[in-house]
């Protein structure tokens, strides 16, 4: 895995964000209905190889577990994740699902159902754990929360 390359052609997607109204705060939002499936962003990532626990706690919440994502268990990169990438808010179940692209060292999220426009977007936050497929909207974990020490309710 290169950590240098960088996606050849990213698209400007079809999101905006704004107040949720909620206790989540700022959201990710469809601009436009998205079909089941169809790419609603594909996001550039930049791979940091320091330790989870080397990085400052505000990057900690936003960076992906890139090597068990892209399936390479002998690495330790984690990736931030551009564009709308980091933005994303939990929730169970999710209506993106996301998978990197090794080879332009991207994120490629989907819808996981139909999408209205106006509707925020969300992802599963613990679905990276191993076993799980990342993003997985029927996959119940609330792991990634209790290792932040943070009160989803």
Known sequence: MEPSRIATRIEAPKLYVQETGTVRGMGVFAQKAFRAG??????PAFLLEERL????????????????LAGDPHSRYRALVFGFGSLYNHDTPA???YRPDVE??????????????????????CAEAPGGEPGDPERINFDWFRRFGIDKH
């Open 38 to 43: 169809e790419v609603v962003e594909t996001a």
């Open 53 to 68: 626990s080397e990085l400052p706690i505000e990057l900690q919440r936003r960076v992906y577990q890139w090597s068990e």
């Open 95 to 97: 209506n993106l699902l």
């Open 104 to 125: 332009q060292q991207a994120m490629v999220y989907r819808a996981a159902r139909a999408i209205a426009a106006d509707e925020e977007l969300t992802i599963d936050y």
